[in-house]
């Protein structure tokens, strides 16, 4: 049941986005990506409140949003819910690329050795999230400090951990929760600088030198939130600053 409640929710994701006219291939695969967590962040969210965070009500919820999208099609702009991306690049993007790409392999298999949780992650991230889905809701967890308020803040990224319980049930995968999100994050960062005008190879080095900052390496590979607020907030920006967007947000 895991992997078919991922299938719809990338389905859906894939059929939403139609709704978005990308500018090009790389904005329709951030759209993509966004789309996913976004309705995976907001089911979990809305079965949380109804007391019914389990497999299979997601998976229930998310066929359902996947017959009401199928219904709807008609409507919805004909184009592909991700380009496909051209195969002929420059020397230089190869290099880079391929950097970062063997970076990334060296930092994950680092993980075999190195546990990946943080204060934080243990302190409230992990529980939050391990009493949620025991408790099959989303409700206030009693803490062992006084300021709830970092605790709680942002609850979106404690429901990405609480996704994880529900789909993987392994320890060593949850360390890789914030991966996706690195990607995301280069990717908004790529689309923001060919936005102001700079070329797309300078741009794809420029969003592969943020990847390799150390904070970023770093995040990718810890249980911790700040790779999600950093990946949504460029994200973000980058949709905000589309002139034709704005009346669509």
Not at 209 to 236: E, H, N, T, W, Y
Request: net charge positive; proline share 5%; charged share 10%.
């Amino acid at each position: 049941m895991e992997l078919l409640a991922i299938l719809l929710l990338a389905g859906n994701a894939c059929l939403m986005s139609r709704l978005i006219e990308n500018e090009s291939p790389g904005a329709g695969l951030l759209s993509f990506f966004l789309l996913f967590y976004g309705q995976l962040i907001g089911l979990l969210l809305f079965l949380g409140w109804c007391g019914a965070v389990n497999l299979f009500s997601l998976t229930l919820l998310a066929g359902l949003v996947f017959l009401f999208l199928l219904v709807n099609q008609p409507q919805m702009k004909e184009q592909p819910c991700v380009t496909c991306f051209s195969i002929h690049l420059p020397a230089p993007v190869i290099l880079c690329l391929s950097v970062t790409v063997a970076t990334y392999l060296v930092v994950v298999c680092s993980q075999a050795i190195y546990h990946g949780l943080t204060t934080d992650a243990l302190l409230y991230h992990l529980p939050f999230a391990a009493r949620w889905y025991q408790a099959g809701k989303i409700l206030p967890v009693p803490l062992v400090f006084s300021d709830v308020a970092m605790s709680y803040y942002p609850i979106n990224g404690n429901v990405v951990f609480l996704a994880h319980f529900l789909f993987l049930k392994s320890d060593f995968l949850l360390r890789f929760s914030q991966l996706p999100f690195a990607l995301i994050a280069g990717l908004a960062f790529f689309l923001l600088l060919q936005q102001v005008g700079i070329s797309p190879g300078k741009s794809f080095a420029g969003a592969c030198l943020l990847l390799l900052f150390r904070p970023i390496l770093r995040q990718s590979i810890i249980v911790f939130v700040d790779l999600m607020v950093v990946a949504f907030f460029l994200s973000a920006v980058y949709y905000f600053s589309q002139p034709g967007r704005k009346n669509f947000l």
